[in-house]
């Protein structure tokens, strides 16, 4: 398997790893400059060599996978038979500088619902290294005229048109993943809130809507849904950023997906990318 190939696995899985290319050669070594390797937490794909320089640099590789905010480095290796390293020595002459780059486990948005803030949210967050999956019953909010906007997007998007029952995409997205809820229709956006209370392993569930469309939507979680107090709190309505008031929708884009940075920033400081906690919005403002 070639390494980018690898690295498409890994972001599949959503297992973090380290991206090991030689970047400098100095004399004789075991591989020329450019040569990748691929670590993630149990398998490596393709070479640096073999020796101790692959085994030093896939056990650095390891660590850096293991920490909550791994930075880009750089190991320099001198192959000598002076230099004696911890999985033996490698004389082959020269001197290789290894550079490791992390690759942390990106984060994932649901947006169900691709109208008018669906669409300008998914504009905003398509410009960052994220898996944006857009959910909508109605076909017409789908189609590559209307998604063109997308075209250039640096996330990976996935469309999914669900005529009939929507919340089924719930238990097919990948684990932490933050969920938008702002469908066209009230009833469709509770079965919604009571499909992803239900959902294992999501992160964040947010709420488009007033404060009159939440008290309705508390009431039936519990007396329909059986959803204890603690259990319906999981949901933030409304969401975005209080200091952030205008209804229009790229307004009201901007502050959602303000907030769902933040969200982020928090995730990257509490824990290791790849074991999201269900954390949830702080309260905030905005929606109809």
């Not at 920490?67 to 911890?86: H, I, Q, R, W, Y």
């Not at 999981?234 to 008031?245: A, D, M, N």
């Not at 309260?283 to 109809?288: I, N, P, Q, V």
Request: charged share 20%.
């Amino acid at each position: 398997m070639g390494w980018v190939a690898a690295v498409a696995r890994l972001r599949a899985r959503r297992e973090p790893g380290v991206l090991v290319t030689v970047a400098t050669v100095r004399g004789h070594a075991p591989r020329r400059a450019g040569a990748k390797l691929v670590v993630g937490r149990t398998q490596t794909w393709g070479s640096i060599g073999g020796g101790n320089i692959e085994a030093v640099a896939i056990d650095r590789a390891r660590e850096l996978c293991g920490a909550a905010d791994p930075e880009t480095e750089l190991m320099e290796f001198a192959l000598n038979d002076k230099v004696t390293g911890p999985h033996g020595v490698q004389c082959c002459g020269g001197a290789v500088t290894v550079l490791l780059e992390p690759l942390p486990v990106v984060q994932a948005v649901a947006v169900f619902g691709v109208g008018h803030v669906g669409l300008e949210l998914a504009r905003i967050l398509a410009r960052q290294d994220l898996d944006l999956h857009l959910v909508d019953s109605r076909q017409d909010m789908l189609t590559d005229e209307r998604l063109g906007v997308l075209g250039d997007a640096v996330a990976q998007v996935h469309v999914h048109h669900t005529p009939l029952l929507p919340e089924t995409v719930l238990g097919e997205l990948p684990p932490g993943t933050h969920v938008l809820i702002m469908t066209h229709d009230h009833a469709e956006d509770a079965a919604l809130c009571d499909a992803a209370l239900r959902t294992d392993g999501l992160g964040s569930i947010g709420l488009i809507g007033s404060s009159a469309k939440w008290t309705r939507f508390r009431q039936r979680l519990a007396t329909e849904g059986g959803h204890d107090a603690g259990t319906i709190d999981r949901i933030t309505t409304p969401i975005g950023l209080t200091e952030i008031t205008g209804k229009e929708p790229a307004t009201i884009a901007v502050s959602v997906a303000a907030d769902l940075l933040r969200t982020f920033e928090r995730d990257r400081n509490w824990a290791v990318p790849h074991t999201l906690a269900e954390v949830a919005y702080p309260t905030a403002a905005g929606g109809a």
